[in-house]
């Protein structure tokens, strides 16, 4: 696929990232908006939405994917996207802190408005709403506890990230894994998107705690 | 009855061909009595002399199974270069009786090439009828029962190697020899042949004994067996591990094994075809983010003229979003860009053209997720099918192993036994052991026969065994300076009481060569020698030569004169000496040539130092070497 | 495929009964836990008001309730024999329903209303019922010993022989964890109050349920039906094992089971088990034998056609009624 239509698909997820998080009040700087977004690629699968194939490498500070942080500066070339907040960084880098425009609010509603758009800005809230749950600081732990990201670290940076990936222990194995042991029943119901969801990011909490991650 | 054997004696020989060695022909004429070849360290004496010792015998190996000692034409190989084989030969005149025969061999192989039966006649060179002839000439005039004999008395009897084979505590050699030198009492053929037959049937008894005893040894197990599973009474001390539940075993491992492989191939197609939907995912995404993108792009378009925001103000108005001029140029570009479907600013492509099948594509993706989701529980199932299969497999191998290890060692051992039965074996012990007993008369007779023969002839050689004794002592004598005699003594031969005959003095019989040291075992020998080569010269009228490498090498000084007594007293008998020396002032060549008027010294001496190739060593001190031949000559 | 730690957070969320319950339920797995700890907690703060009660605290989503349950209500309603307390998800009770506190029961009601239910009996024991489904069983530390630690305890579905094992001198011998006489002397199991059967399995549940080191979770009766739901299976990442429970003997009841049948019959349906579901790897039969020591001795045999290849041998676990001094004098006589 072309650069264009990939920034293109970027600018989408940012918008319902920065839109979600603002229906808490929440703003997220580049470090954050990284996060949400690989963890809304990681459960995009709940919602018979795959990942892109070119999607985030491990890095520094976690998953990362370059066409985000390029569609952000589109979107804040283009006015939908402004910077709400800049400090220093103990390291001596600026941070800043993204909100939506009145016109990028606009404009995300025309996606989320748009049918067949409409299960992607869904998961984006789905999200928000469990990262609310457990407390927007403990973001970049949750990230950090997500299956495949913990297995592709050990690699190094560089290293493709594939939460979709069926096997091996990844986020698509740990979702099956919970279908497979809840699903042991008579009825054999179906274990729902929602509890799902729930277990998922319980387990990311759990397994933070666990660890001990902390965030720097 | 054959006739006696007469030994040859040598009269010349000439060596053509051999350059790497000499840098000439090598020609020489003996002279009755002693000759010498003279020469130093790695000049060739050994060489010359074991090429004439080849001329005359070809170094079979059908009268010489040592290798060492054979001299054939390949032992010669590495001393000639390649191209000048071929032109190599060795020629050696000797006289068998009256007539005097020459023969010629070269390097090539080691038949005869050429053959002359009398001094002036002409030379057969076509090489079968030479070798023929030649062979007809040992047999004919020699006296030989074959040509093998000749070689060997050649080789045994008339030749001394520098590496001292001896003669005298040889049984095997004395008895062939005084049979070939007495074949007129004992045909020697016939008795060696019978010696060898009864050598072949006790050897075959050995292995019918060994065949025995393996059978008795199988018979008893058998038995042991047999009394074990008929015997109900005794409880087994064993555990009874049936054969049926080993089989039974087999069995349970077979039929997990072939499970488990289904199981794989089941874990396998599973795998293969989760690995292909997720493929056909990934391309079905593709296409899905390429709608999509399509979607967000015209929605950001329209967005953007609804909103009238900068990229659209300059497309609109020429307004630059950068520094908010107006850019007609660049509005303009902005303009050609967007006609083209590009990036307002950059130009590069933009596609905004949905083809309408998101949806499809959608419903598309559930199903194939579906259907991975499926093949994910599929593989998850087989997968822990398979471990549960490889460890039930495990659980049945080990229990064959258990199994197996548990049998009674009896029933191991039964795969090791004939298929035969008691009755079987019995038979064949029973066939083995009479013809043991068949083999052991015929041993039996067969060695009363050999031990009569030989008795007989060591009766009928009495008187030659006193002259020879006799002969011996002189010669003996002669070299030790005290009475040394020659006894009979007992052979550690293992089927006939064959006589050795070993020298005596100070009242030991010295039984073994250890017993005497090294100097009185060679001379000894030497003494050996030539008393059988008078004896033969005795019984034949013929004289015969004698030829020894080197005989000062482990002689002092005090002993030198006895050993050239010795030799004087044998060139006396008129045989013909052919001896190699080194050139030493005082050493044993110039005292064999002290007693010879000057002017017939040269005559009885081959110099190689004008012959050999000479080491630099020796180039060095050419001048002394000369010096001291000349005072050898007495020049 | 995951590391330990991950494998471990994995069981804790599987084995979270709100997680079940939520999926059965199709609701919230937070609300329903925060529902879970709300009924737990109400009975560990009323542990002394309601010892020898059994009630149930059944959760009606749909409709708020005004007051909060008190034990007053709770004691109340028990004593007219309405021990099903319907409530909300904040525990705020909505009103009474005639019924005993049997699991049985509950599972029956719940499975038709696919409904969730809290079964308490006194102060000590207490189950999550959901659909039909016992999600869990808790204990409560009022007064009784804490469960073993586990750490020496936990042990993979591979040394099932050592879990039974524990699980017999931990639990079962001299009823150490559980009653299940109804006279020892004669040797006479109790059926109350919910059959004999039932005790032993919620017995061997419990101790499957916290002790499987390498279980996702542990579910309890989901093959049989009826009176037959005596099955156990633990779930794990490398397959699923099924457990059936049977007992031996006589009880209070007067049900006797004495003759190896009774075995066959277990293996049976263990065989059944293995043949209709695919995710089973390995059956287990355990029976708890009450009968005296020479029946278990001589009438344990069972029929090799009625096990199938992947069903191990039969666990006959012989429930001792001596005490150690009657045992060595029966011991002597012989």
Redesign the interface.
């Known amino acids: 696929m072309d650069d264009a239509s990939d920034v293109a698909l970027r600018m989408r997820d940012v918008i319902f990232a920065l839109r979600a998080a603002e229906e808490y009040n929440e703003t997220l700087n580049r470090i954050r908006l990284q996060k949400f977004v690989y963890l809304l690629d990681v459960v995009a699968i709940l919602y018979d939405l795959f990942p892109t194939a070119d999607g985030h490498v491990t890095y520094k500070n976690g998953p990362y994917d370059s066409t985000i942080q390029n569609a952000v500066d589109a979107l804040a070339f283009r006015g939908f996207v402004q910077v709400v907040s800049s400090h220093s960084t103990p390291h001596g880098s600026v941070s800043s802190e993204y909100a939506l425009s009145a016109a990028g609010r606009a404009w995300c509603d025309r996606l989320a408005a748009e049918s067949r758009l409409q299960a992607r800005w869904i998961a984006a809230k789905d999200v928000a709403d469990r990262v609310n749950y457990f407390g927007w600081p403990r973001l970049v732990q949750l990230v950090y506890s997500e299956p495949t990201f913990v297995v592709a670290r050990n690699g190094g940076v560089g290293q493709r990230l594939r939460p979709a990936a069926p096997g091996g222990a990844s986020a698509s194995n740990l979702l099956r894994c919970f279908r497979y042991a809840l699903g042991q029943r008579r009825d054999a119901a179906q274990v729902s998107r929602q509890v799902l969801l729930d277990l998922f990011f319980r387990y990311l909490d759990q397994y933070a705690r666990r660890i001990g991650e902390r965030v720097t | 009855m054959p006739g006696r054997v007469l030994l040859p004696q040598l009269h010349s020989f000439r060596l053509r061909g051999f350059e790497p060695v000499f840098n000439r022909e090598v020609m020489f004429e003996l002279v009755a009595g002693y000759n010498l070849i003279l020469g130093g360290n790695a000049i060739g004496k050994t060489t010359l002399v074991q090429a004439v010792v080849y001329g005359l015998t070809g170094g079979s190996e059908d009268f010489e199974s040592s290798r060492e000692f054979r001299w054939s034409h390949s032992y010669f190989r590495g001393r000639l270069a390649r191209g000048e084989l071929r032109n190599a030969s060795i020629e050696v005149e000797f006289g068998l009786g009256k007539r005097v025969c020459a023969v010629r061999r070269g390097f090539i192989g080691n038949h005869v090439t050429g053959f002359r039966g009398n001094k002036r006649g002409t030379w057969i060179d076509e090489r079968e009828q030479a070798g023929a002839a030649f062979a007809n000439a040992l047999l004919r005039y020699g006296g030989y029962a074959s040509v093998d004999d000749f070689a060997f008395i050649i080789h045994r009897l008339l030749y001394l190697p520098e590496s001292r084979r001896l003669l005298a505590w040889d049984t095997e050699a004395q008895l062939r020899l005084l049979m070939i030198l007495n074949q007129d009492l004992a045909p020697e053929r016939s008795f060696e042949d019978r010696r060898n037959s009864l050598q072949k049937l006790d050897s075959k008894k050995r292995h019918t004994r060994v065949a025995i005893n393996k059978a008795e040894s199988e018979l008893t197990s058998l038995i042991e067996y047999d009394e074990t599973v008929d015997a109900p009474d005794e409880p087994s001390t064993e555990p009874a591990v049936s054969l049926a539940a080993l089989n039974e075993a087999l069995r349970d491992w077979q039929t997990r094994a072939r499970e488990r492989v289904r199981a794989e191939r089941e874990v396998q197609t599973f795998a293969k075809n989760l690995n292909s939907i997720t493929r056909e995912i990934e391309a079905l995404q593709e296409q899905i983010d390429a709608e999509e993108s399509a979607i967000i792009l015209r929605l950001l378009d329209q967005h953007e003229r609804d909103t009238r925001l900068p990229l659209q103000k300059l497309v609109e108005r020429g307004i630059c979003p950068a520094c908010g001029t107006e850019q007609p140029t660049l509005q303009g570009i902005a303009i050609e860009h967007l006609r083209r479907r590009g990036c307002a600013l950059c130009g590069s492509a933009v596609q905004s053209q949905e083809a309408g099948t998101l949806t499809t594509l959608r419903s598309r993706m559930a199903e194939k997720l579906s259907a991975q989701r499926s093949l994910q529980e599929s593989l998850a199932t087989a997968d822990n099918r398979l471990t549960v299969l490889r460890t039930e497999e495990e659980a049945a191998q080990a229990r064959v192993n258990e199994l197996r290890f548990a049998q009674p060692v009896v029933m191991l051992a039964e795969r090791h036994l004939p298929l035969q039965s008691q009755q079987n074996l019995r038979q064949l012990k029973a066939t083995l052991e009479q013809q043991e007993l068949d083999l052991e008369a015929q041993i039996t007779g067969l060695k009363s026969d050999l031990d009569e023969e030989y008795t007989a002839f060591r009766m009928a050689m009495s008187l030659r065994t006193e002259e020879l004794a006799r002969l011996y002592a002189d010669y003996a004598t002669a070299f030790l300076g005290l009475t040394c005699d020659l006894v009979e003594s007992a052979s550690s031969d293992n089927f006939l009481d064959l006589v050795l005959f070993v020298p005596r003095f100070e009242d030991v019989v010295r039984t073994t060569e250890d017993s005497c040291s090294e100097a009185q075992r060679f001379f000894l020998d030497i003494a050996f020698r030539m008393a059988l080569i008078d004896l033969a010269a005795t019984l034949n009228g013929h004289q015969s030569s004698f030829v020894c490498e080197t005989p000062e090498t482990a002689l002092d000084l005090s002993y030198v004169d006895n050993v050239v007594q010795m030799f004087a007293k044998f060139c006396r008998q008129a045989h013909t000496l052919l001896l190699t020396a080194n050139v030493q002032r005082h050493g044993f060549a110039e005292l064999m040539l002290s007693d010879t008027p000057v002017r017939q010294r040269r005559r009885r001496v081959l110099n190689l130092f004008s012959l050999g190739r000479l080491s630099s060593v020796q180039q060095g001190k050419i001048r002394k070497i000369d010096a001291a031949v000349r005072a050898m000559m007495g020049e | 495929?995951?590391?330990p730690?991950?494998k471990?957070?994995?069981q804790?969320?599987?084995s979270d009964p709100a997680?079940?319950a939520?999926?059965?339920l199709?609701?919230?797995?937070?609300e329903i836990r925060a529902f879970i700890a709300r009924g737990d907690g109400f009975v560990r703060k009323y542990g002394r008001q309601l010892i020898d009660k059994t009630f149930i605290l059944a959760l009606d989503e749909t409709t708020e309730g005004e007051a909060s349950l008190t034990s007053k209500i709770v004691l109340k309603q028990c004593r007219s024999g309405d021990s099903i307390l319907i409530v909300d998800r904040n525990l705020k009770y909505i009103r009474a329903v005639n019924g005993a506190a049997g699991i049985m029961e509950s599972q029956q009601r719940t499975q038709a209303a696919k409904s969730l239910e809290l079964v308490y009996w006194g102060p000590n024991l207490g189950w999550c019922i959901v659909?039909?489904?016992i999600v869990s069983e808790r204990r409560f530390g009022t007064g009784s010993r804490e469960p073993p630690l586990p750490s020496p305890w936990r042990r993979p579905m591979s040394e099932f022989d050592r879990l039974i094992s524990d699980h017999v001198e931990e639990e079962i011998t001299n009823e150490r964890r559980i009653r299940y006489w109804a006279n020892k002397r004669r040797r006479v199991l109790l059926s109350k109050p919910d059959g004999t059967e039932r005790l032993f399995h919620a017995s061997l549940f419990w101790w499957l349920d916290h002790f499987v080191e390498d279980s996702?979770?542990v579910?309890a009766g989901?093959?049989g039906f009826g009176q037959d739901t005596t099955d156990i299976?633990v779930?794990t990442?490398?397959?699923?094992y099924v457990v059936e429970v049977k007992w031996l003997g006589e009880n209070d009841a007067r049900t006797k089971y004495t003759q190896p049948p009774r075995i066959d019959e277990g293996l049976q349906q263990v065989k059944t088990y293995l043949e209709n579901d695919?995710?089973l790897?390995?059956g287990f039969l355990v029976v708890y034998d009450a009968r005296p020591a020479d029946q278990n001795l001589s009438r344990s045999i069972w029929e090799p056609s009625a096990r199938h290849e992947?069903c191990e041998k039969p666990w006959i676990i012989f429930l001792e009624s001596d005490t150690p001094s009657q045992a060595a004098r029966r011991a002597a006589k012989r």
Not at chain 3, 26 to 30: A, H, K, L, N, R
Not at chain 3, 237 to 240: K, N
């Open positions: 495929m995951f590391n730690d991950q471990a957070v994995l804790e969320i599987i997680a079940v939520a999926t059965v199709s609701s919230s797995v937070e659909a039909g489904e996702l979770r579910v989901t093959r299976t779930i990442m490398s397959g699923d695919p995710r790897v390995v992947r």
